[in-house]
């Protein structure tokens, strides 16, 4: 079970339900340490007075907040505690609103709330979950954690209550703010046919169908690289052109994904557009045939590389 | 403040092509949410100077400049792979310049603990017909597409959705690095809850039901930090309150009665309050 982060309750009306705060992800990524090349040593990061030139301990460390004329101000824990008027350790619920009113741009990190093992806590944490889940809604609560006060959306998953903090709306942009304008009508019989290719491309989502790739890829190199063996590095890639005719594009698509499904339409999306990233995860079988097809002279001999380049070259 | 970066043009993150089918729509990346949270300066207490982070090697205890510094994985303890930077990156180079659509499923299906960074994806010049033919085609179906897209150093999984006429991606999660509510051991009462005390849940749930704003809600702490850095610039001496009371009676039942009955006579709920008072 992961450590809880913080402890507090969560507050709803006149009742207190104890609560503990876990992270409800862990981290898989894959880690590097930084070494001292010639002895391979770690390096440490060490926290060094500008003044003394010397290591500051830990407990000798303050937060300072510097000024537009770049004065420093230091703040003490206990004046940064004056900005938390109720110096609360609840969670506060102040409304409940429909999950779908959310825009998951809001949304940052999801944590659970467990409840402590006493029975009034357990007792009123399932009353809350199960209303929750029955009204299919959600709780916006404030809570301060560290030196921060997050908004937060309170709700269910599974037996549990989970929190995710959000940003507040001066936080995140519009598509206007980027410069995202003046997106023009589209054609009826464009979208018609786009419509019937992302329906045939439909699936019920299941997030156990995708694995992350990047992760085994990155350790098989790092295992190559202690084998002392030798790790290609791919060319850094170009963006592919806009296709010159959208309507013929999306036709091809779907008469494709009718004959030959999901894995022939991926391929010849590789192989016409002349994409190496693409043609690269492709099996070798299926390039050696594409490039007979192409009456690219090609052996079974050849490497993966060669045939990819043989198939962009053409 | 350094309000000012706001209001300077958005610059793309990243440019590439959204492809689905033999279809590729040229875009641009840009950033969705950035965080406002305030950054404190690590200080000395004893001396109030600015702190600084040292690189020291643990065998030398010297400092060591940034360009002898190289990425290590350890394999076990104290054993390194050493990786070159064009090393580590190779996996998101072998990605391209895509974000290439595997599948579209239907956007109730996701579970929003997946989502992870917002990002909104504007189209290139050119791609204007294409970008919105892809945008319509999902605002009709209410499909969100799922494909996989490196950003900078890591391959990432997105969701590509419609909103407010633009499309937009957000990185996933990948299912392992969600726990499960299996995982944490809930402790389960020992008594079912009641349909009185789910009746008078409910009821205090409801009084509290409101339609969702972000703009109710205001990020008052922040607001509050800078009072307070404004106050001790000034030489004001700075008094921190004293906690507040919970409620420390566990009968469930009455402490419910009484929410409810409190909810009642307040009629405006406290997010809209402020709402007002601030714009007044």
């Not at chain 1, 929750?132 to 609560?141: D, K, L, T």
């Not at chain 1, 599974?158 to 589209?186: C, N, Q, W, Y």
């Not at chain 2, 000012?4 to 043009?9: G, V």
Request: proline share 6%; hydrophobic share 40%.
């Amino acid at each position: 079970m992961p450590r809880p982060i913080w402890s507090g309750s969560l507050s709803f009306g006149l009742v207190n339900v104890p609560v503990k705060l876990m992270s409800a992800t862990r981290d898989l990524g894959v880690h590097f340490n930084q070494l001292h090349e010639k002895d391979k040593s770690r390096i440490e990061v060490r926290r060094v007075c500008t003044q003394e030139g010397e290591e500051v301990p830990w407990e000798e460390v303050g937060r300072g907040y510097e000024l537009d004329s770049g004065e420093i101000v230091m703040l003490t824990d206990e004046e940064l505690d004056a900005a938390d008027p109720k110096k609360t350790r609840t969670i506060d619920i102040e409304a409940f609103v429909d999950l779908e009113e959310i825009d998951p741009i809001f949304y940052d990190h999801p944590y659970y709330l467990v409840p402590d093992s006493n029975e009034a806590a357990v007792r009123a944490y399932h009353l809350l979950r199960t209303v929750m889940e029955r009204s299919g809604q959600v709780a916006i609560a404030r809570f301060v954690l560290r030196t921060k006060e997050y908004l937060v959306a309170v709700r269910t998953r599974g037996d549990a209550i989970t929190l995710t903090t959000m940003l507040f709306h001066d936080e995140v942009r519009s598509p206007d703010d980027v410069g995202i304008d003046g997106v023009p009508k589209p054609k009826k019989k464009e979208v018609d046919q786009a419509v019937t290719l992302v329906k045939a491309l439909q699936r019920d989502f299941d997030p156990a169908n995708y694995d992350d790739e990047h992760r085994k890829r990155l350790l098989a190199l790092v295992d190559k690289k202690r084998k002392g063996q030798e790790i290609e590095i791919p060319e850094e890639p170009e963006a592919p052109k806009a296709v010159p005719d959208l309507m013929a594009a999306l036709e091809a698509s779907i008469q494709r994904m009718k004959s030959g499904g999901r894995e022939a339409l991926e391929a010849d999306a590789a192989v016409e557009q002349k994409d190496p990233a693409a043609l690269k995860r492709l099996p070798k079988k299926d390039l050696l045939a594409r490039a007979k097809e192409a009456d690219i002279e090609a052996t079974s001999k050849m490497t993966k590389d060669e045939l990819v380049e043989a198939l962009t070259a053409s | 403040m350094r309000e000012n970066q706001e209001f300077m043009a958005a610059r793309s993150l990243w440019n590439g092509a959204i492809r689905f089918g033999l279809v590729n729509v040229p875009i641009k990346v840009y950033g969705a949410a950035s965080s406002k949270q305030i950054r404190f300066r690590e200080m000395h207490i004893t001396d109030a100077a600015p702190l600084e982070h040292r690189r020291v090697c643990a065998k030398e205890d010297k400092e060591v400049p940034y360009d002898e510094v190289v990425r290590g994985y350890e394999t076990s303890p104290g054993r390194y792979v050493v990786m070159t930077k064009d090393e580590i990156q190779a996996p998101a180079r072998e990605r391209g310049k895509t974000i290439d659509l595997e599948d579209f499923v239907p956007a109730d299906q996701i579970d929003p603990i997946y989502f992870d960074t917002p990002y909104w994806l504007g189209p290139q010049q050119d791609a204007d017909e294409a970008y919105s033919v892809l945008l319509a085609a999902l605002e009709k179906t209410g499909l969100v597409g799922i494909g996989r897209f490196a950003l900078r150093t890591r391959e990432q999984l997105v969701a590509l959705y419609p909103v407010d006429g633009a499309l937009r991606i957000s990185t996933m999660r990948f299912h392992d690095e969600v726990v499960d509510d299996d995982d944490l051991d809930l402790p389960q009462p020992s008594k079912k809850v009641t349909d009185r005390e789910a009746k008078m849940a409910d009821a205090l749930v409801s009084s509290l039901q409101t339609e969702f704003d972000p703009s109710d809600y205001d990020d008052t702490y922040r607001e509050r930090v800078l009072e307070v850095v404004e106050a001790k610039a000034q030489g004001k001496q700075i008094v921190a309150p004293a906690a507040a009371e919970d409620s420390t009676s566990t009968d469930l039942m009455a402490l419910l009665e009484q929410s409810v009955s409190g909810a009642r006579k307040q009629k405006k709920p406290k997010a809209k309050a402020r709402k007002t008072k601030a714009k007044a």
